[in-house]
């Protein structure tokens, strides 16, 4: 098994280069210049496109050709203040760019909209602006160049007390969306709510991939088992038919791995990946996996990512294959 590692959004390693610098609404609103104020919120997304840029070329420097870009690119993109801005052609340039690199470099981008994108929820108001919020992300994507190997992946959302209801909601409107954005969407289990197999289930009912993260699993498995492995094969299942960027190569599942932050707080993630049990997984999971994506969900991001692969360095069974990547 081919075993590739990512990051999320920031480098510890790269300074000055947020790729999720922001103006407040506060601030936005005390600009007496509509139009002047509109033009710098431009300027800060061209900054954060930029360093979205150069990240990937520090990651080209270190072999990583996984990457979830932020969700932040554009400061108040979808604000109620700004309803009828749309900065997409001002930023077509940055966005190309930004695209044609990871192609170029084979790089897998990704989005993970935030915890308020939600297509279960029983308020109009939440899901029409959740519906915008996944038509903005997907637009990125093409912005970008990207085929619909490139995902944004979401968690299936709240219960609202009545989970079955929950999800019978999030399954009608999935079945409803566009095309070109159902085709891009993954759905992850969550710690809270959604297990790994109700989510799973709910995979299966759209024909949408799953991203199953394991440390939300150890701690939200109620009735599933504590061995998450035993849904695999029905996991990998659901990335069947998916291809990489411009190829008919099959593109690799993704998983997501973090380590809890302390027994105190076991669902926050800890600043670095405790090796042992993400081993003890793939080793359970390789006989039936040709290739894998991990993302990296860690507080050091890229740091993580290059202390895990000196950490699992000198395993007898794995074999280091660059910076960023190992064959188990």
């Not at 027994?263 to 926050?268: A, F, I, L, S, T």
């Amino acid at each position: 098994m081919i075993v590739r590692l990512g990051y999320v959004a920031m480098s510890m390693r790269v300074s000055n280069a947020s790729p999720s610098k922001t103006m407040t609404a506060t601030s936005f609103d005390k600009l007496n210049d509509r139009d002047a104020a509109v033009r710098k919120l431009e300027r800060i997304a061209a900054e954060n496109l930029h360093n979205t840029l150069r990240l990937l070329k520090h990651n080209r420097a270190y072999d990583i050709l996984m990457y979830r870009c932020s969700s932040k690119l554009i400061p108040l993109l979808g604000h109620e203040m700004l309803k009828g801005w749309d900065p997409m052609e001002v930023l077509a340039e940055s966005f190309a760019e930004l695209g044609s690199y990871a192609i170029k470099n084979g790089m897998r981008l990704s989005f993970h909209p935030d915890h308020f994108t939600v297509l279960s929820t029983p308020r109009k108001d939440v899901l029409q602006s959740s519906l915008l919020d996944l038509e903005r992300h997907v637009t990125m994507l093409e912005a970008m160049g990207l085929d619909n190997s490139a995902k944004c992946n979401i968690h299936i959302g709240g219960m609202y007390g009545d989970k079955k209801a929950a999800a019978g909601r999030f399954i009608e409107r999935f079945k409803e969306l566009p095309e070109r954005i159902r085709e891009r969407i993954t759905i992850e289990n969550d710690d809270k709510t959604f297990t790994a197999l109700e989510t799973l289930n709910v995979c299966e009912e759209v024909g949408a991939p799953m991203v199953l993260d394991i440390h939300h699993h150890e701690i939200n498995h109620e009735e599933d088992g504590a061995d998450c492995t035993a849904l695999w094969t029905r996991i990998l299942k659901t990335w069947e038919g998916q291809k990489e960027q411009g190829s008919e190569n099959a593109l690799p599942p993704k998983i997501h791995v973090s380590s809890p932050k302390n027994e105190k707080d076991v669902r926050g993630h800890a600043d670095y990946i405790e090796a042992q049990p993400l081993l003890d997984f793939l080793r359970a999971i390789a006989p039936h996996t040709p290739s894998l994506d991990i993302m990296i969900e860690a507080k050091k991001k890229d740091d993580a990512l290059i202390r895990l692969m000196r950490d699992i360095n000198g395993e007898e069974d794995l074999t280091i294959l660059n910076q960023a990547s190992f064959k188990l």
